[in-house]
């Protein structure tokens, strides 16, 4: 119960808010001693987070699908485009980086970077074009390394872009879709090749689990939105430095 409910929080907190989710369950298992979880409660805990997604902009979803705003769809699509040839093309390498705590330490400390720098960078008013969602696209494909925060790399792409704060985080969330659920998808394989495991927790504790990490992830996107309307989006960054540093130190 402990240890899916710290990894059911450290994954609505830090899938959304620009901390790096990746990185922090690293961070959890080095260092809060918080064991791999099994792949079931790996494909809930994803799922869980992108029920959020839904949920909290549901309405959007819906205006998408009545209206058939096939541009916007065209948008989130292609912006999962670059995420896909590099997970692909580096599968190997981008894995065996979960098991280097002190390069995700280091990774963490460069999105602390990018954070602190966002806040010089001017606020816009500009949509979401078919060029900078494919930018965002690039952010979201560096963020596959752990330590990066997805949230972190494509709104700051967005806010290099000029692009509204709330349609950039719209956009943002709303792009990770295809590929939570892709992800989902490919641990739902493996879970089905693999044979049952003894250690691997039950249904009860994993529906638990998604049901937390969708809660934690929907107060988390309210968050950010407040973060991204206000002036406070970078003070993220000194946090990210601060967790990287602690890795480096401790790892």
């Not at 709330?166 to 992800?183: C, D, H, Q, R, W």
Request: one cysteine or more; hydrophobic letters at 55%; proline letters at 3%.
């Amino acid at each position: 119960m402990l240890e899916v409910t710290i990894l059911a929080i450290l994954q609505g907190v830090a899938e959304f808010l620009p901390i790096s989710s990746s990185g922090h369950l690293v961070i959890g298992q080095h260092l809060l001693g918080v064991k791999e979880p099994g792949m079931r409660l790996d494909l809930f805990l994803h799922v869980g987070t992108l029920l959020s997604i839904f949920i909290f902009y549901w309405a959007t979803v819906w205006r998408i699908v009545r209206n058939r705003e096939w541009l916007y769809a065209l948008k989130i699509a292609a912006s999962a485009v670059p995420a896909v040839v590099v997970y692909f093309c580096f599968k190997d390498f981008i894995d065996g980086m979960f098991e280097n705590a002190q390069m995700v330490g280091a990774l963490l400390m460069f999105t602390g970077a990018v954070l602190i720098g966002t806040r010089y960078l001017p606020r816009g008013s500009k949509d979401v074009s078919l060029l900078r969602a494919l930018a965002m696209g690039l952010g979201q494909a560096i963020a596959l390394l752990p330590g990066v925060s997805r949230s972190g790399m494509t709104l700051a792409c967005a806010r290099a872009g000029r692009v509204d704060a709330e349609k950039a985080a719209e956009f943002s969330f709303l792009m990770s879709a295809p590929l939570i659920l892709g992800g989902a998808a490919l641990e739902l394989l493996k879970s089905l090749r693999a044979t049952s495991s003894a250690s691997e927790i039950g249904w009860g504790l994993t529906l638990y689990g998604a049901a937390l990490a969708a809660v934690v992830g929907y107060v988390s996107l309210k968050i950010l939105l407040k973060a991204l309307k206000g002036k406070w989006f970078w003070m993220f960054g000194p946090y990210c430095l601060c967790a990287g540093l602690l890795v480096l130190i401790c790892a």
